[in-house]
């Protein structure tokens, strides 16, 4: 056996902490494995489950590796679906909807970002994937929230979770709800809704003979003389030392601290304890961890998430978005990407961020009205709150002050106020009104305070009062009966920008590595898939890599993680008939 490293560009100083280059072996049979599989997914999170289900259910054997519990920002997230083109839970609420109207919407959004047949794809097996999600486990509902909202109340299932209701857009393809939000019954929060996804799809693929190792972590990737991917190396603590259990238990601390957003009272002292659990968490893992080598008969997915946690590569790739709180888990620190690179594989729509501005509820905030640094408007404020952070991070230096008058102030606090809207909208929208706005008793003083060219604002303020009094056709497409006026003092200034240190900005990564559209496997520079290696979620670019929506996210999670089960299964399928592959993990 002759053994050897293949050097590619993961000395650069941004890549995620202990990922290793591929090592090639000219002979793999030869070597000694820990264990085996037909299939090793590394990341078994929402598209690790999925791929690994579809694997599964054609019969291979797989075993699924995740560097903490396994879940990742699925089992944190809303727990929304995007699924249309007649879904029957569309069916059972009574909302029209046709895989036409949803592939021209998706259109409007996608921008291109995966090619039109694979969109279309998307599209036409949407309302089949929910079925299969709801076989294996995932509970939904058709009780319908028909108004604008960027989450829905509590008890309320299905809704808009994209900007299909906002002008523009409706004018171009008609609006139907397509977020499904998996169903729990009277819950008053947004967290609890993943697991909702999550769990019922892990118990499936466990009855199903999956085997998923947590506190797994993949560092490296292993290829055959040829390059073709035919393994992995795992760093993992024995489930039975002690050592596993204290580990595990440092890290979910850690992460913990790690979620108090940095410009918040305590901020850095969460940080600061966040790091020295890590810290320990590392010591134990440095002893006690044993590297594992596993081989992967047939396939190794990696669906290892994104990398909004490692804000070098933020910095290197993204940065109009550093500014942004990271939204997802520590496991989003590239290392799926990475490990794609060291084998060859080729990254793409790196540069692209999702940045959730939300703004409604409270519903007075999307009647007022957005400017930038020079008191400039540039949206509609009824759009997506990624729509909106988009613009601002893209087109406007990041900057994004929202103006109320003295009406639309009041009617924001009885928004925030009314029963179904949540805690996790409720207390931020809050704290931005009673801490974070700049005061004035006219419109020029209140550009004095905020720093706003005077001329440019007052034209801004008087152009949306004609909007809203219908007298002028909105140039970012807004419609008159969404705009509230501003010309009643006190007038406030809120400070939504991507730095605003009481409105943290969430920003997710949408790029990753290059993907065969068909497959799902790994593509290198040149186009040419590498063998053996797919990938999934947000370790790949996907149908939400342009501009996210509510929903899009996990809905890619399904559509890729199938896609690439799927393929393996079918490459496996065709290898078995010619010769039969012996024993099974
Ligand atoms: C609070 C929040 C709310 C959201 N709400 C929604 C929503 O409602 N709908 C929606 O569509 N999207 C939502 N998103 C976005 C969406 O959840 C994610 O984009 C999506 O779940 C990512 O899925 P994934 O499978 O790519 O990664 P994940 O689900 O994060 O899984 C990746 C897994 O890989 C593991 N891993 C990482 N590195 C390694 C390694 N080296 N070895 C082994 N394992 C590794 C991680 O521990 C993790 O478990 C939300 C995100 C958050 C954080």
Same mark, same amino acid.
């Given at each position: 056996?002759?053994?050897?490293?293949?050097?590619?560009?993961?000395?650069?100083?941004?890549?995620?902490?202990?990922?290793?280059?591929?090592?090639?072996?000219?002979?793999?049979?030869?070597?000694?494995?820990?264990?085996? %599989?037909?299939?090793?997914?590394?990341?078994?999170?929402?598209?690790?489950?999925?791929?690994?289900?579809?694997?599964?259910?054609?019969?291979?054997?797989?075993?699924?590796?995740?560097?903490?519990?396994?879940?990742?920002?699925?089992? =944190?997230?809303?727990?929304?679906?995007?699924?249309?083109?007649?879904?029957?839970?569309?069916?059972?609420?009574? !909302?029209?909807?046709?895989?036409?109207?949803?592939?021209?919407?998706?259109?409007?959004?996608?921008?291109?970002?995966?090619?039109?047949?694979?969109?279309?794809?998307?599209?036409?097996?949407?309302?089949?994937?929910?079925?299969?999600? #709801?076989?294996?486990?995932?509970?939904?509902?058709?009780?319908?929230?028909?108004? $604008?909202?960027?989450?829905?109340?509590?008890?309320?299932?299905?809704?808009?979770?994209?900007?299909?209701?906002?002008?523009?857009?409706?004018?171009?393809?008609?609006?139907?709800?397509?977020?499904?939000?998996?169903?729990?019954?009277?819950?008053?929060?947004?967290?609890?809704?993943?697991?909702?996804?999550?769990?019922?799809?892990?118990?499936?693929?466990?009855?199903?003979?999956?085997?998923?190792?947590?506190?797994?972590?993949?560092?490296?990737?292993?290829?055959?003389?040829?390059?073709?991917?035919?393994?992995?190396?795992?760093?993992?603590?024995?489930?039975?030392?002690?050592?596993?259990?204290?580990?595990?238990?440092?890290?979910?601390?850690?992460?913990?601290?790690?979620?108090?957003?940095?410009?918040?009272?305590?901020? $850095?002292?969460?940080?600061?304890?966040?790091?020295?659990?890590?810290?320990?968490?590392?010591?134990?893992?440095?002893?006690?961890?044993?590297?594992?080598?596993?081989?992967?008969?047939?396939?190794?997915?990696?669906? #290892?998430?994104?990398?909004?946690?490692?804000?070098?590569?933020?910095?290197?790739?993204?940065? $109009?978005?550093?500014?942004?709180?990271?939204?997802?888990?520590?496991?989003?620190?590239?290392?799926?990407?990475?490990?794609? !690179?060291?084998?060859?594989?080729?990254?793409?729509?790196?540069?692209?961020?999702?940045?959730?501005?939300? =703004?409604?509820?409270?519903?007075?905030?999307?009647?007022?009205?957005?400017?930038? %640094?020079?008191?400039?408007?540039?949206?509609?404020?009824?759009?997506?709150?990624?729509?909106?952070?988009?613009?601002?991070?893209?087109?406007?230096?990041?900057?994004?002050?929202?103006?109320?008058?003295?009406?639309?102030?009041?009617?924001?606090?009885?928004?925030?106020?009314?029963?179904?809207?949540?805690?996790?909208?409720?207390?931020?929208?809050?704290? /931005?009104?009673?801490?974070?706005? $700049?005061?004035?008793?006219?419109?020029?003083?209140?550009?004095?305070?905020?720093?706003?060219?005077? *001329?440019?604002?007052? *034209?801004?303020?008087?152009?949306?009062?004609?909007? #809203?009094?219908?007298?002028?056709?909105?140039?970012?497409?807004?419609?008159?009966?969404?705009?509230?006026?501003?010309?009643?003092?006190?007038?406030?200034?809120?400070?939504?920008?991507?730095?605003?240190?009481?409105?943290?900005?969430?920003?997710?990564?949408?790029?990753?590595?290059?993907?065969?559209?068909?497959?799902?496997? /790994?593509?290198? *520079?040149?186009?040419?898939?590498?063998?053996?290696?797919?990938?999934?979620?947000?370790?790949?670019?996907?149908?939400?890599?342009?501009?996210?929506?509510?929903?899009?996210? !996990? #809905?890619?999670?399904?559509?890729?993680?199938?896609?690439?089960?799927?393929? =393996?299964?079918?490459?496996?399928?065709?290898?078995?008939?010619?010769?039969?592959?012996?024993?099974?993990?």
């Amino acid at each position: 056996m002759s053994a050897g490293m293949t050097r590619t560009k993961l000395d650069d100083g941004v890549w995620p902490a202990g990922i290793e280059p591929a090592q090639r072996l000219e002979r793999p049979e030869a070597i000694a494995w820990d264990d085996e %599989a037909d299939v090793i997914v590394v990341g078994y999170g929402g598209a690790g489950v999925i791929a690994a289900l579809e694997a599964a259910a054609a019969g291979l054997s797989v075993l699924a590796l995740d560097r903490y519990g396994g879940g990742g920002a699925t089992r =944190i997230n809303g727990g929304v679906y995007y699924a249309g083109g007649g879904t029957r839970i569309q069916v059972e609420a009574g !909302v029209t909807d046709s895989v036409q109207d949803m592939f021209d919407y998706l259109s409007l959004e996608t921008q291109g970002v995966v090619t039109a047949p694979t969109l279309r794809r998307f599209c036409q097996d949407s309302a089949a994937n929910l079925d299969w999600l #709801a076989a294996n486990g995932v509970p939904f509902n058709a009780r319908l929230y028909a108004k $604008k909202t960027s989450y829905p109340p509590s008890d309320y299932y299905l809704y808009h979770s994209d900007s299909s209701l906002a002008g523009r857009y409706a004018e171009k393809t008609p609006p139907a709800a397509r977020g499904h939000r998996v169903f729990m019954p009277a819950a008053n929060r947004a967290d609890g809704y993943g697991a909702g996804f999550y769990d019922p799809l892990r118990a499936t693929a466990r009855e199903r003979g999956v085997r998923d190792w947590n506190h797994a972590q993949v560092q490296q990737l292993i290829q055959d003389g040829q390059g073709r991917v035919v393994g992995v190396k795992a760093l993992r603590i024995a489930p039975d030392l002690p050592q596993a259990a204290e580990h595990q238990a440092l890290l979910a601390a850690a992460h913990k601290w790690q979620a108090v957003p940095a410009g918040f009272p305590g901020g $850095k002292w969460a940080a600061a304890k966040a790091e020295k659990l890590l810290a320990k968490a590392a010591v134990l893992k440095a002893t006690h961890a044993r590297p594992l080598r596993l081989r992967a008969r047939h396939g190794v997915v990696l669906s #290892a998430g994104g990398f909004v946690y490692n804000r070098a590569m933020i910095q290197r790739h993204a940065p $109009k978005y550093l500014a942004g709180m990271p939204l997802g888990t520590p496991g989003d620190d590239g290392a799926g990407i990475a490990l794609g !690179v060291s084998a060859g594989g080729a990254m793409t729509g790196m540069e692209r961020m999702s940045a959730w501005r939300f =703004i409604n509820p409270p519903q007075a905030w999307a009647r007022g009205m957005i400017v930038d %640094a020079s008191g400039a408007r540039y949206v509609d404020e009824t759009l997506y709150g990624a729509a909106i952070g988009q613009e601002m991070c893209e087109r406007h230096g990041g900057k994004a002050y929202l103006i109320l008058d003295q009406a639309l102030y009041r009617q924001a606090w009885k928004d925030v106020s009314q029963k179904g809207v949540l805690p996790f909208q409720k207390y931020p929208a809050m704290l /931005v009104m009673a801490l974070g706005r $700049k005061k004035a008793a006219t419109l020029p003083a209140l550009a004095a305070r905020c720093g706003f060219d005077a *001329e440019i604002f007052a *034209e801004a303020a008087a152009a949306y009062n004609r909007l #809203a009094d219908g007298a002028q056709v909105d140039q970012f497409g807004k419609r008159a009966s969404d705009a509230g006026s501003v010309r009643q003092g006190p007038y406030y200034a809120l400070d939504m920008s991507v730095d605003a240190p009481l409105a943290p900005l969430p920003t997710l990564t949408l790029g990753g590595l290059s993907v065969d559209e068909v497959s799902g496997q /790994v593509r290198d *520079e040149a186009g040419r898939g590498i063998e053996g290696l797919y990938a999934a979620g947000r370790t790949a670019l996907g149908v939400c890599s342009n501009l996210y929506v509510s929903g899009l996210a !996990v #809905a890619d999670c399904v559509f890729s993680g199938r896609r690439a089960g799927a393929a =393996i299964a079918d490459r496996a399928g065709r290898a078995r008939s010619l010769a039969p592959v012996a024993g099974s993990g």
